[in-house]
């Protein structure tokens, strides 16, 4: 992304309301909102597997099996790996030609509990390696067919899921509706704290759900840098290190030769230090009071497994005062050939430009840098901490009832970080008051979420017969 300018490419600033109202109501006639029911493939639709093997080459081979394994276990897990897949399906779907700044990956999985700067529980969304700008409508797509999904999983009949992903989009849709007419510094600083949220939907929550939504803010809360060093390192002579676990977390000094360990070592290590100068004035300074202790790969997810993910460990003021961060590999996004890969200069930029624009608050240690990988090239990473206070919905745990609240509170979401870099106002218009939008993406979700079958099938299928290998873990 450039340094000015509107990063969605559509600049609203010195049109009226009226104008941008008039602008979201006439894409109607090009997009109808009851058209995006219909999900069909199209012609020559490119192979699924073909699609995840060439994500694939660009990985850590040793790695590779592990993501098919994870990825053939369910439809779900399939999907949550298959962004590409849906990415290159979306893009022949009716469209409004109004573009936000877009998650790329907007699963129902991917909203969860983070922690604030200011240690407040937030919910929000938390995966951007796949944010670019493009239409918004795909990000509630992607959003929708998962509810869908994980309903099938859990047993919902017909009924239960379309009243899921109504529920969904309604919610994103009234929001949105209510962020037109807003104030742009009021939808800036719009924000949903664990605290509030409770408060807003205790008259619809019975007393196990709110018993459970309890239990899962203090696993936030205990899902820190503290738990992360209790479970991830321990005391070798004296020495605080990462303990390996592999193929899951391998410490850099068990994964290469003596040979190589030590430029390597010495590349991450300028990783850290560089990448401080993308941080505000006083985190870098605060960054700067640790040292590195010790580093390791590590696998994480599952449609980024086998993407390079190095953890470090730094030690602050003494040897029990830790800081975790993360070094992700950063690829080009998978909406870059049907939405336009944008301006960055590098994809690390892009995922935390994209993150810093979407998140109402993010990781005071959120930054980018490029390095040289152990294979001698050059790739695009992009840090922040390993663990703050995080806390993930159990999507196989969920009743209608709780994915149906769920899918309100990940709708609203959306539409708060849609409604920061797109025109609210225009969208607010295109989907009106009344419940057409809602309806027909019930029905997308039902279609693709059958295509989604199909093709998890066709990874399992091709681990069967030997195309691809998959391993457990």
Known sequence: MSETGNPTGHDVRHRTPKERAALGRAARSTAPR?????????PGRTDPVDVIETQSARRVPELVPIRYGRMSSSPFRFYRGAAAVMAADLADTPRS?????????????????????????????????????????WDVKRLSASLVIA?????????????????????YRERMRGFAGMGNLDVWYTRFEADELQQQFAPELGARIRERWERTRERARAHDTL??????????????????DPPLLVRLADLLPQ?????????IRRLIERYGRTLQLDRRFLLESYRVADIAR?????????????????????????????????????????AGGGTYRTQGERVVSGQRLMQATSDIFLGWERVQ?????????????????????????????????????????????????GDRIAIAAYLGGGDVFDRALA??????????????????????SGRVPAEAA
């Open 34 to 42: 009851s058209a995006h029911a219909e999900f069909t493939p199209p």
């Open 97 to 137: 030609g109004i573009r936000a700044q877009l998650c790329g990956d907007a699963h129902m999985l991917n909203f969860r509990l983070l922690a604030s700067p200011e240690r407040r529980l937030m919910f929000d969304i938390n995966d951007f390696d796949e944010t670019l700008p493009g239409p918004w409508e």
């Open 151 to 171: 309903g099938r999983a859990n047993g919902f009949s017909d009924k239960e899921r379309a009243s899921v992903v109504r529920a969904a989009v309604r919610s």
């Open 227 to 244: 738990q992360a060093f209790d479970k991830l390192t321990h005391v070798v002579g004296g020495e605080r290190l990462i303990a390996s």
């Open 259 to 267: 040979d190589r360990r030590g430029s390597q070592e010495k590349e």
């Open 298 to 338: 590590k696998v994480v997810g599952v449609g980024s497994v086998g993407t390079r993910c190095w953890i470090v460990l730094l030690l602050g003021r003494d040897d029990e005062d830790p800081l975790f961060l993360q070094a992700k590999e950063a690829e080009e996004s998978v909406l870059a050939p049907y």
């Open 373 to 421: 990988g152990i294979d001698g090239r050059r790739r695009d990473f992009y840090v922040r901490q390993l663990r703050d206070w995080k806390g993930i919905a159990v999507a196989e745990n969920m009743s209608p009832k709780r994915m149906t609240l769920f899918g309100q509170l990940c709708g609203a979401t959306l539409a708060r970080a849609h409604a920061r870099s």
């Open 443 to 464: 029905g997308f979700a039902e279609r693709y979420a059958d295509q989604n079958e199909k093709d998890h099938q066709a990874l399992v299928d091709a681990i069967r």
